[in-house]
Protein backbone atom coordinates (compact mmCIF):
# COMPACT_ATOMS: atom_id res chain seq x y z
CA UNK A 1 0.00 0.00 0.00
CA UNK A 2 1.31 3.68 -1.11
CA UNK A 3 1.82 5.92 1.84
CA UNK A 4 0.04 9.33 0.83
CA UNK A 5 2.18 12.00 0.36
CA UNK A 6 1.83 13.48 3.49
CA UNK A 7 3.40 11.14 5.54
CA UNK A 8 6.39 11.27 3.06
CA UNK A 9 6.85 14.88 3.75
CA UNK A 10 6.72 14.21 7.41
CA UNK A 11 9.12 11.48 7.26
CA UNK A 12 11.59 13.98 5.99
CA UNK A 13 11.06 16.75 7.92
CA UNK A 14 11.39 14.62 11.16
CA UNK A 15 15.33 14.72 12.70
CA UNK A 16 15.73 10.78 12.43
CA UNK A 17 15.70 11.02 8.43
CA UNK A 18 18.63 11.54 6.37
CA UNK A 19 20.32 14.86 6.02
CA UNK A 20 19.92 15.16 2.41
CA UNK A 21 17.02 17.29 1.25
CA UNK A 22 15.08 15.74 -1.71
CA UNK A 23 16.22 17.93 -4.22
CA UNK A 24 19.70 16.78 -3.73
CA UNK A 25 19.28 13.28 -3.99
CA UNK A 26 21.19 11.20 -6.73
CA UNK A 27 19.53 11.07 -9.91
CA UNK A 28 19.50 8.15 -12.13
CA UNK A 29 21.40 10.68 -14.59
CA UNK A 30 24.80 10.03 -13.34
CA UNK A 31 24.77 6.10 -12.88
CA UNK A 32 23.95 6.26 -16.48
CA UNK A 33 26.73 8.19 -17.36
CA UNK A 34 28.85 6.27 -15.65
CA UNK A 35 27.77 2.92 -17.44
CA UNK A 36 28.27 4.64 -20.54
CA UNK A 37 31.58 5.20 -20.26
CA UNK A 38 32.45 1.74 -19.17
CA UNK A 39 30.86 0.22 -22.63
CA UNK A 40 32.28 3.21 -24.46
CA UNK A 41 36.41 1.85 -26.02
CA UNK A 42 39.21 3.48 -24.49
CA UNK A 43 40.91 5.74 -26.92
CA UNK A 44 44.56 5.30 -27.43
CA UNK A 45 46.05 7.93 -25.07
CA UNK A 46 43.95 6.56 -21.91
CA UNK A 47 45.34 3.61 -22.84
CA UNK A 48 48.82 4.86 -22.62
CA UNK A 49 48.26 6.70 -19.20
CA UNK A 50 47.03 3.62 -18.01
CA UNK A 51 49.62 1.63 -19.44
CA UNK A 52 52.42 3.84 -17.34
CA UNK A 53 50.29 4.04 -14.23
CA UNK A 54 50.20 0.47 -13.78
CA UNK A 55 54.20 -0.16 -12.96
CA UNK A 56 53.91 2.85 -10.86
CA UNK A 57 51.24 1.35 -8.46
CA UNK A 58 52.58 -1.98 -8.73
CA UNK A 59 56.04 -0.39 -7.47
CA UNK A 60 54.27 1.92 -4.75
CA UNK A 61 54.58 -0.95 -1.89
CA UNK A 62 58.17 -1.77 -2.45
CA UNK A 63 59.17 1.76 -2.11
CA UNK A 64 57.01 2.12 0.91
CA UNK A 65 58.67 -0.44 2.52
CA UNK A 66 62.10 0.82 1.30
CA UNK A 67 61.90 4.56 2.85
CA UNK A 68 62.91 3.74 6.42
CA UNK A 69 66.28 2.32 5.15
CA UNK A 70 66.80 5.71 3.07
CA UNK A 71 66.66 7.54 6.70
CA UNK A 72 69.41 7.91 8.24
CA UNK A 73 69.61 5.34 11.07
CA UNK A 74 71.83 7.38 14.35
CA UNK A 75 72.75 3.58 15.50
CA UNK A 76 75.15 3.66 13.16
CA UNK A 77 76.98 6.47 14.46
CA UNK A 78 79.95 5.70 16.84
CA UNK A 79 78.92 5.76 20.77
CA UNK A 80 81.92 8.36 20.77
CA UNK A 81 80.00 10.83 18.41
CA UNK A 82 76.68 10.26 19.29
CA UNK A 83 78.04 10.88 23.30
CA UNK A 84 79.41 14.42 22.10
CA UNK A 85 75.89 14.95 20.36
CA UNK A 86 74.17 14.48 23.73
CA UNK A 87 76.48 16.40 25.46
CA UNK A 88 75.67 19.21 23.28
CA UNK A 89 71.74 18.78 23.35
CA UNK A 90 71.97 18.79 27.66
CA UNK A 91 74.67 21.79 27.81
CA UNK A 92 77.37 19.64 29.86
CA UNK A 93 79.75 21.01 28.24
CA UNK A 94 82.80 22.65 29.83
CA UNK A 95 82.79 25.63 27.59
CA UNK A 96 78.85 25.45 28.02
CA UNK A 97 78.92 25.21 31.62
CA UNK A 98 81.71 28.19 31.41
CA UNK A 99 79.26 30.68 29.49
CA UNK A 100 76.73 30.28 31.87
CA UNK A 101 79.10 31.48 34.98
CA UNK A 102 80.37 33.99 33.08
CA UNK A 103 76.78 35.34 31.87
CA UNK A 104 76.05 34.92 35.57
CA UNK A 105 78.76 37.17 37.07
CA UNK A 106 78.27 39.68 34.00
CA UNK A 107 79.32 43.56 35.87
CA UNK A 108 77.55 44.97 32.60
CA UNK A 109 73.94 43.66 33.05
CA UNK A 110 71.35 46.28 34.38
CA UNK A 111 70.08 44.69 37.41
CA UNK A 112 71.06 41.44 39.42
CA UNK A 113 70.07 38.07 37.58
CA UNK A 114 67.68 35.24 39.46
CA UNK A 115 69.50 33.19 40.68
CA UNK A 116 66.35 31.02 40.72
CA UNK A 117 66.51 30.77 36.88
CA UNK A 118 70.35 30.70 36.04
CA UNK A 119 71.70 27.92 37.75
CA UNK A 120 72.98 25.24 35.79
CA UNK A 121 70.20 22.44 37.05
CA UNK A 122 67.39 24.67 37.88
CA UNK A 123 63.71 23.83 38.54
CA UNK A 124 62.68 25.34 35.01
CA UNK A 125 65.24 24.54 33.05
CA UNK A 126 64.10 22.62 30.50
CA UNK A 127 67.42 20.56 29.53
CA UNK A 128 67.17 19.26 33.05
CA UNK A 129 64.94 16.20 32.06
CA UNK A 130 66.83 15.66 28.06
CA UNK A 131 68.83 12.85 29.72
CA UNK A 132 66.29 10.74 30.76
CA UNK A 133 64.82 11.63 27.42
CA UNK A 134 67.36 10.79 25.68
CA UNK A 135 67.56 7.29 27.21
CA UNK A 136 64.12 6.11 26.22
CA UNK A 137 64.53 6.39 22.93
CA UNK A 138 65.82 3.25 22.14
CA UNK A 139 68.13 0.53 23.66
CA UNK A 140 71.39 1.78 21.90
CA UNK A 141 70.63 5.63 22.72
CA UNK A 142 70.41 4.20 26.51
CA UNK A 143 73.45 2.12 26.58
CA UNK A 144 75.40 5.49 24.94
CA UNK A 145 73.79 7.37 27.53
CA UNK A 146 74.28 5.23 30.62
CA UNK A 147 77.98 5.42 29.96
CA UNK A 148 78.46 9.46 29.73
CA UNK A 149 78.66 10.22 33.85
CA UNK A 150 79.03 13.95 32.23
CA UNK A 151 75.63 13.92 30.81
CA UNK A 152 73.70 13.26 34.53
CA UNK A 153 76.24 15.98 36.60
CA UNK A 154 73.34 18.56 36.51
CA UNK A 155 70.96 17.79 39.48
CA UNK A 156 68.10 19.07 40.79
CA UNK A 157 66.27 18.45 44.38
CA UNK A 158 63.49 20.32 45.96
CA UNK A 159 62.49 19.28 49.39
CA UNK A 160 59.13 20.59 48.63
CA UNK A 161 57.37 18.66 46.18
CA UNK A 162 55.37 15.47 46.83
CA UNK A 163 56.55 12.03 46.45
CA UNK A 164 59.87 11.90 48.33
CA UNK A 165 60.98 8.47 47.60
CA UNK A 166 60.13 8.89 44.16
CA UNK A 167 62.27 11.79 44.00
CA UNK A 168 64.98 9.45 46.03
CA UNK A 169 65.12 6.85 43.14
CA UNK A 170 65.95 9.30 40.67
CA UNK A 171 68.23 11.18 41.87
CA UNK A 172 69.82 7.98 43.42
CA UNK A 173 69.85 6.84 39.62
CA UNK A 174 72.21 9.77 38.58
CA UNK A 175 74.60 10.15 41.57
CA UNK A 176 75.09 6.13 40.22
CA UNK A 177 75.20 6.91 36.30
CA UNK A 178 77.27 10.12 36.79
CA UNK A 179 80.26 7.70 38.41
CA UNK A 180 83.42 10.17 40.16
CA UNK A 181 82.05 13.12 37.47
CA UNK A 182 81.80 16.82 39.25
CA UNK A 183 78.07 17.62 39.43
CA UNK A 184 76.24 20.45 39.36
CA UNK A 185 73.52 20.71 42.21
CA UNK A 186 70.55 22.63 42.60
CA UNK A 187 69.03 22.22 46.57
CA UNK A 188 65.69 24.02 47.58
CA UNK A 189 64.73 23.83 51.16
CA UNK A 190 62.74 26.22 52.40
CA UNK A 191 62.12 23.69 55.17
CA UNK A 192 62.49 20.48 57.17
CA UNK A 193 60.27 17.70 56.98
CA UNK A 194 61.47 14.60 58.77
CA UNK A 195 60.33 12.36 55.90
CA UNK A 196 62.39 14.48 53.75
CA UNK A 197 65.42 13.30 55.64
CA UNK A 198 66.11 10.17 53.77
CA UNK A 199 66.51 12.13 50.77
CA UNK A 200 68.38 15.22 52.12
CA UNK A 201 71.25 13.00 53.58
CA UNK A 202 71.58 11.05 50.42
CA UNK A 203 72.11 15.04 48.55
CA UNK A 204 74.49 15.82 51.29
CA UNK A 205 76.55 12.35 50.83
CA UNK A 206 78.02 13.75 47.52
CA UNK A 207 79.03 16.99 48.74
CA UNK A 208 83.00 15.91 48.03
CA UNK A 209 81.75 16.14 44.02
CA UNK A 210 80.30 19.08 43.92
CA UNK A 211 81.09 21.91 41.81
CA UNK A 212 79.07 24.37 41.71
CA UNK A 213 76.07 24.24 44.27
CA UNK A 214 72.65 26.67 44.31
CA UNK A 215 70.94 26.43 47.66
CA UNK A 216 67.37 27.88 48.24
CA UNK A 217 66.89 27.96 51.99
CA UNK A 218 66.50 29.87 55.12
CA UNK A 219 69.28 30.95 56.85
CA UNK A 220 68.67 29.50 60.19
CA UNK A 221 68.75 26.12 58.67
CA UNK A 222 72.45 26.60 57.54
CA UNK A 223 73.78 24.86 60.47
CA UNK A 224 71.75 21.62 59.44
CA UNK A 225 73.36 21.53 55.89
CA UNK A 226 76.69 22.17 57.26
CA UNK A 227 76.25 19.35 59.52
CA UNK A 228 75.24 16.69 57.22
CA UNK A 229 78.08 17.63 54.85
CA UNK A 230 81.37 16.91 55.96
CA UNK A 231 83.61 18.97 53.04
CA UNK A 232 83.72 20.55 50.15
CA UNK A 233 86.94 20.02 48.20
CA UNK A 234 86.27 20.59 44.55
CA UNK A 235 83.48 23.39 45.42
CA UNK A 236 84.24 26.22 42.89
CA UNK A 237 80.96 28.48 42.75
CA UNK A 238 78.56 29.12 45.21
CA UNK A 239 74.34 30.61 44.61
CA UNK A 240 73.40 31.60 47.59
CA UNK A 241 69.60 32.32 47.58
CA UNK A 242 68.30 33.27 51.01
CA UNK A 243 64.84 32.83 51.56
CA UNK A 244 63.21 36.10 52.73
CA UNK A 245 61.32 35.70 56.75
CA UNK A 246 58.71 37.79 58.23
CA UNK A 247 60.87 37.97 61.57
CA UNK A 248 65.11 38.18 61.95
CA UNK A 249 66.30 34.65 63.34
CA UNK A 250 67.06 34.62 66.98
CA UNK A 251 70.97 35.08 66.41
CA UNK A 252 72.71 37.91 64.94
CA UNK A 253 76.10 36.79 64.31
CA UNK A 254 77.92 36.11 61.46
CA UNK A 255 77.04 32.93 59.73
CA UNK A 256 80.22 30.73 59.16
CA UNK A 257 79.70 29.35 55.68
CA UNK A 258 81.64 26.77 53.83
CA UNK A 259 84.70 26.79 55.79
CA UNK A 260 86.34 23.82 54.53
CA UNK A 261 85.72 24.69 50.85
CA UNK A 262 89.73 25.45 49.69
CA UNK A 263 88.94 25.65 45.92
CA UNK A 264 85.58 28.23 46.16
CA UNK A 265 86.37 31.07 44.07
CA UNK A 266 82.89 32.58 42.72
CA UNK A 267 80.26 33.13 45.21
CA UNK A 268 76.78 34.86 44.05
CA UNK A 269 74.79 35.97 47.32
CA UNK A 270 71.08 37.22 46.40
CA UNK A 271 69.70 39.95 48.16
CA UNK A 272 67.53 39.18 50.91
CA UNK A 273 65.18 40.83 53.17
CA UNK A 274 66.50 39.75 56.27
CA UNK A 275 70.32 41.26 55.53
CA UNK A 276 71.68 38.55 57.03
CA UNK A 277 75.86 38.70 57.55
CA UNK A 278 78.45 35.35 56.49
CA UNK A 279 81.96 34.91 57.05
CA UNK A 280 83.30 33.61 53.93
CA UNK A 281 86.97 31.91 52.85
CA UNK A 282 87.57 35.37 51.29
CA UNK A 283 91.37 34.35 50.35
CA UNK A 284 90.91 32.46 47.28
CA UNK A 285 87.54 34.29 45.97
CA UNK A 286 88.00 35.42 42.71
CA UNK A 287 84.88 36.77 41.33
CA UNK A 288 81.63 37.88 44.15
CA UNK A 289 78.37 38.97 44.01
CA UNK A 290 77.38 40.42 47.77
CA UNK A 291 75.27 42.53 49.35
CA UNK A 292 76.65 44.98 51.63
CA UNK A 293 74.63 43.61 54.41
CA UNK A 294 76.32 40.05 54.04
CA UNK A 295 79.76 41.48 54.42
CA UNK A 296 80.91 41.12 58.55
CA UNK A 297 83.46 42.91 60.09
CA UNK A 298 85.86 44.00 57.01
CA UNK A 299 87.95 45.45 59.13
CA UNK A 300 91.38 44.36 57.22
CA UNK A 301 91.98 44.20 53.53
CA UNK A 302 91.27 39.94 53.52
CA UNK A 303 88.47 40.25 51.76
CA UNK A 304 90.34 41.87 48.76
CA UNK A 305 93.10 39.84 48.83
CA UNK A 306 92.95 38.27 45.56
CA UNK A 307 89.37 39.29 43.90
CA UNK A 308 89.35 40.10 40.25
CA UNK A 309 85.05 41.11 39.55
CA UNK A 310 83.64 42.52 42.34
CA UNK A 311 79.81 43.34 42.23
CA UNK A 312 78.09 45.25 45.14
CA UNK A 313 74.43 45.25 46.31
CA UNK A 314 74.20 48.13 48.32
CA UNK A 315 70.77 47.17 50.12
CA UNK A 316 71.86 48.31 53.71
CA UNK A 317 74.75 48.40 55.67
CA UNK A 318 75.53 48.94 59.55
CA UNK A 319 77.66 52.43 60.69
CA UNK A 320 80.02 49.87 62.22
CA UNK A 321 80.96 47.52 59.24
CA UNK A 322 83.00 49.57 57.67
CA UNK A 323 85.70 51.35 58.75
CA UNK A 324 87.05 54.93 57.10
CA UNK A 325 90.47 52.99 56.42
CA UNK A 326 91.91 51.92 53.56
CA UNK A 327 91.77 48.81 51.72
CA UNK A 328 94.32 48.05 48.74
CA UNK A 329 93.99 45.72 46.20
CA UNK A 330 96.12 44.96 43.44
CA UNK A 331 94.56 41.95 41.85
CA UNK A 332 90.66 43.99 41.55
CA UNK A 333 89.75 44.60 38.05
CA UNK A 334 86.38 45.33 38.07
CA UNK A 335 84.34 47.05 40.50
CA UNK A 336 80.20 47.41 40.03
CA UNK A 337 78.41 48.72 43.06
CA UNK A 338 74.54 48.99 42.53
CA UNK A 339 72.35 50.60 45.32
CA UNK A 340 68.78 51.22 45.59
CA UNK A 341 68.11 54.19 48.57
CA UNK A 342 71.18 54.30 50.68
CA UNK A 343 74.04 55.39 49.06
CA UNK A 344 76.07 56.77 52.22
CA UNK A 345 77.85 53.58 52.86
CA UNK A 346 79.11 53.28 49.07
CA UNK A 347 80.39 56.86 49.34
CA UNK A 348 82.31 55.43 52.72
CA UNK A 349 83.12 52.15 50.62
CA UNK A 350 84.52 54.40 47.79
CA UNK A 351 86.68 56.85 49.98
CA UNK A 352 88.03 53.56 51.48
CA UNK A 353 89.57 52.23 48.26
CA UNK A 354 92.88 51.85 46.40
CA UNK A 355 92.57 50.06 43.44
CA UNK A 356 95.66 50.11 41.13
CA UNK A 357 94.86 47.90 38.41
CA UNK A 358 91.13 48.22 38.03
CA UNK A 359 90.20 48.57 34.60
CA UNK A 360 86.28 48.25 34.76
CA UNK A 361 84.30 50.44 37.00
CA UNK A 362 80.70 50.63 37.07
CA UNK A 363 79.16 53.16 39.78
CA UNK A 364 75.02 53.19 39.41
CA UNK A 365 74.50 55.56 42.29
CA UNK A 366 72.25 58.40 41.73
CA UNK A 367 70.96 59.47 45.25
CA UNK A 368 73.95 61.15 46.35
CA UNK A 369 75.90 64.52 44.86
CA UNK A 370 79.21 63.79 46.46
CA UNK A 371 79.84 60.96 44.22
CA UNK A 372 81.69 62.57 41.25
CA UNK A 373 83.87 63.94 43.55
CA UNK A 374 84.06 60.70 45.38
CA UNK A 375 84.78 58.83 41.84
CA UNK A 376 87.50 61.69 41.02
CA UNK A 377 89.30 60.97 44.59
CA UNK A 378 89.35 57.31 44.07
CA UNK A 379 90.51 57.29 40.26
CA UNK A 380 93.13 60.26 41.50
CA UNK A 381 94.37 58.41 44.21
CA UNK A 382 94.45 54.33 42.76
CA UNK A 383 96.17 56.05 39.96
CA UNK A 384 94.59 53.40 37.55
CA UNK A 385 93.69 53.13 33.53
CA UNK A 386 90.16 52.85 32.94
CA UNK A 387 89.33 51.40 30.08
CA UNK A 388 85.23 51.29 31.10
CA UNK A 389 83.49 53.76 33.26
CA UNK A 390 79.52 53.83 34.06
CA UNK A 391 78.78 56.46 36.35
CA UNK A 392 75.21 58.00 37.31
CA UNK A 393 75.13 61.15 39.13
CA UNK A 394 72.10 63.89 40.19
CA UNK A 395 74.26 66.21 38.76
CA UNK A 396 78.29 67.11 37.84
CA UNK A 397 79.56 70.73 37.50
CA UNK A 398 81.73 71.04 33.51
CA UNK A 399 85.25 71.82 35.71
CA UNK A 400 84.43 68.35 37.80
CA UNK A 401 83.52 66.47 34.80
CA UNK A 402 86.85 67.95 32.79
CA UNK A 403 88.94 66.82 35.87
CA UNK A 404 87.34 63.11 35.60
CA UNK A 405 87.55 62.82 32.04
CA UNK A 406 91.14 64.14 32.40
CA UNK A 407 92.18 61.42 34.83
CA UNK A 408 90.43 58.61 32.17
CA UNK A 409 93.31 58.74 29.32
CA UNK A 410 92.79 55.92 27.99
CA UNK A 411 88.79 55.48 28.45
CA UNK A 412 87.20 53.36 25.39
CA UNK A 413 83.61 52.81 26.50
CA UNK A 414 81.79 55.65 28.38
CA UNK A 415 78.21 55.34 30.15
CA UNK A 416 77.06 58.64 31.43
CA UNK A 417 73.98 59.21 32.93
CA UNK A 418 73.94 62.90 34.06
CA UNK A 419 71.86 65.95 33.27
CA UNK A 420 72.81 67.23 29.45
CA UNK A 421 71.13 70.78 29.51
CA UNK A 422 74.27 72.70 29.17
CA UNK A 423 76.65 73.40 26.03
CA UNK A 424 79.71 72.83 28.75
CA UNK A 425 78.56 69.43 29.67
CA UNK A 426 79.04 68.45 26.38
CA UNK A 427 82.32 70.28 25.42
CA UNK A 428 83.92 68.28 28.46
CA UNK A 429 83.72 65.56 26.03
CA UNK A 430 85.68 67.13 23.18
CA UNK A 431 87.77 69.47 24.43
CA UNK A 432 90.23 69.71 27.77
CA UNK A 433 90.75 72.82 29.93
CA UNK A 434 90.85 76.37 28.12
CA UNK A 435 94.08 76.65 28.35
CA UNK A 436 94.84 73.33 26.57
CA UNK A 437 92.74 72.68 23.88
CA UNK A 438 93.05 69.05 23.27
CA UNK A 439 90.64 66.17 23.25
CA UNK A 440 90.11 64.51 27.00
CA UNK A 441 88.96 60.94 25.67
CA UNK A 442 91.08 60.21 22.78
CA UNK A 443 90.46 56.62 22.85
CA UNK A 444 86.76 56.52 23.56
CA UNK A 445 84.84 54.12 21.07
CA UNK A 446 81.53 54.29 22.60
CA UNK A 447 79.89 56.82 24.01
CA UNK A 448 76.35 56.50 25.39
CA UNK A 449 74.91 59.57 27.04
CA UNK A 450 71.84 59.30 28.98
CA UNK A 451 69.45 61.91 31.43
CA UNK A 452 66.68 60.58 33.58
CA UNK A 453 64.41 63.77 32.27
CA UNK A 454 65.45 63.73 28.73
CA UNK A 455 64.91 67.30 27.17
CA UNK A 456 64.02 68.36 23.28
CA UNK A 457 67.70 69.59 23.13
CA UNK A 458 69.73 69.14 20.52
CA UNK A 459 72.34 67.58 22.18
CA UNK A 460 73.57 64.88 19.22
CA UNK A 461 73.61 68.36 16.86
CA UNK A 462 75.80 70.40 19.67
CA UNK A 463 78.36 67.37 20.31
CA UNK A 464 78.57 67.23 16.11
CA UNK A 465 79.43 71.03 16.34
CA UNK A 466 81.80 70.78 19.29
CA UNK A 467 83.46 67.37 17.62
CA UNK A 468 83.73 69.51 14.23
CA UNK A 469 85.31 72.22 15.31
CA UNK A 470 88.14 69.72 16.67
CA UNK A 471 88.41 68.92 13.47
CA UNK A 472 90.50 70.06 10.58
CA UNK A 473 88.50 69.76 7.14
CA UNK A 474 91.80 69.63 5.28
CA UNK A 475 92.66 66.26 7.24
CA UNK A 476 88.98 64.63 7.13
CA UNK A 477 90.46 61.30 7.81
CA UNK A 478 91.96 62.76 10.96
CA UNK A 479 89.42 64.37 13.21
CA UNK A 480 89.43 64.46 17.21
CA UNK A 481 86.87 62.07 17.57
CA UNK A 482 89.26 59.35 15.44
CA UNK A 483 88.25 56.25 17.11
CA UNK A 484 84.55 57.16 17.98
CA UNK A 485 82.15 54.00 16.50
CA UNK A 486 79.67 54.41 18.51
CA UNK A 487 77.25 57.08 20.11
CA UNK A 488 73.84 56.62 21.82
CA UNK A 489 72.18 59.78 23.30
CA UNK A 490 68.92 59.03 24.64
CA UNK A 491 67.52 62.68 24.50
CA UNK A 492 64.96 63.33 21.18
CA UNK A 493 66.33 63.43 18.32
CA UNK A 494 65.72 65.90 15.39
CA UNK A 495 64.30 64.28 12.23
CA UNK A 496 66.19 64.34 8.96
CA UNK A 497 64.22 66.92 7.11
CA UNK A 498 64.80 69.22 10.04
CA UNK A 499 68.55 69.28 10.45
CA UNK A 500 70.44 72.10 8.96
CA UNK A 501 72.54 70.77 6.49
CA UNK A 502 75.87 72.13 7.91
CA UNK A 503 74.87 69.98 10.79
CA UNK A 504 74.33 66.72 8.22
CA UNK A 505 78.02 68.15 6.73
CA UNK A 506 79.70 67.86 10.39
CA UNK A 507 78.16 64.38 10.56
CA UNK A 508 79.81 62.97 7.48
CA UNK A 509 83.21 64.88 8.56
CA UNK A 510 82.89 62.32 11.59
CA UNK A 511 83.91 58.58 11.75
CA UNK A 512 81.35 57.47 13.73
CA UNK A 513 80.06 54.40 12.51
CA UNK A 514 76.41 54.37 15.07
CA UNK A 515 74.52 56.87 16.19
CA UNK A 516 71.28 55.37 17.86
CA UNK A 517 68.45 57.09 19.73
CA UNK A 518 67.74 55.78 23.32
CA UNK A 519 64.67 58.13 23.38
CA UNK A 520 62.53 56.71 26.57
CA UNK A 521 59.49 58.22 24.66
CA UNK A 522 60.40 56.74 21.09
CA UNK A 523 61.79 53.46 22.14
CA UNK A 524 58.65 52.07 21.81
CA UNK A 525 57.53 53.12 18.59
CA UNK A 526 61.22 52.48 17.01
CA UNK A 527 61.27 55.93 15.17
CA UNK A 528 64.43 56.75 14.01
CA UNK A 529 65.99 59.56 11.34
CA UNK A 530 68.81 58.73 9.77
CA UNK A 531 71.95 60.49 8.57
CA UNK A 532 75.09 58.78 6.52
CA UNK A 533 78.82 59.63 7.81
CA UNK A 534 81.71 60.82 5.06
CA UNK A 535 82.39 57.00 4.15
CA UNK A 536 78.56 56.38 3.23
CA UNK A 537 77.60 54.41 5.79
CA UNK A 538 74.46 54.54 7.73
CA UNK A 539 73.93 56.49 10.84
CA UNK A 540 70.73 55.78 12.99
CA UNK A 541 69.56 58.44 15.05
Sequence with gaps: MARPPETSRLCIATPLSPSRKVNTIPSRQPIATSRLSIATPLTPSKKANITTSIPLIVRQPSDIAAAPRRVFDSTRLPPEVLGEIFLLCTGTTDDALE???????????????????????NPVDSLKDTPWNLSHVCRYW????????????RIQAD???????????????????????????????????????????LICSTSHRWQSLALVTRPWLFPLFQSRCSSFPNLVTLYNHPIPIHMQPSFHDAVPL????????????????????????????????????????????????????????ADYINRATLHPQRFYSDTLTSLTVTETQLSWGVVILLTSLVLPNIVSLDLRVCSDPLLGDVLIDL??????????????????????????????????ELIMTAPIVSKETLECLTVGPVDVPVCLLPALEIMDLRS??????????????????????????????????????????????????????MVRCLAVQEVISLSQHEEKKKTFSYYTDRQGRVLVL
Design 99 to 121: RVNEAIFDNLLTFAPNVSTIITS
Design 142 to 153: RNVACDIPYLWI
Design 159 to 201: LQRPRPNQQHERLQTQFDRSRDAGLHVYLSFPSMHPHNLPLFT
Design 258 to 313: FRNAPRLQNIFIHPSQNRQAFHFPFQNIRCCYVPLSALKGLTDDQWLARIERLWIF
Design 379 to 412: INRSRCSLVFLRFEVPSLAPEKMRRLFSLCGGLK
Design 452 to 505: RRPRKLQCVAEFFKMAHSRTSLERPRDPRVSRLKTLRVNAHIPKLEDVHPDIQM
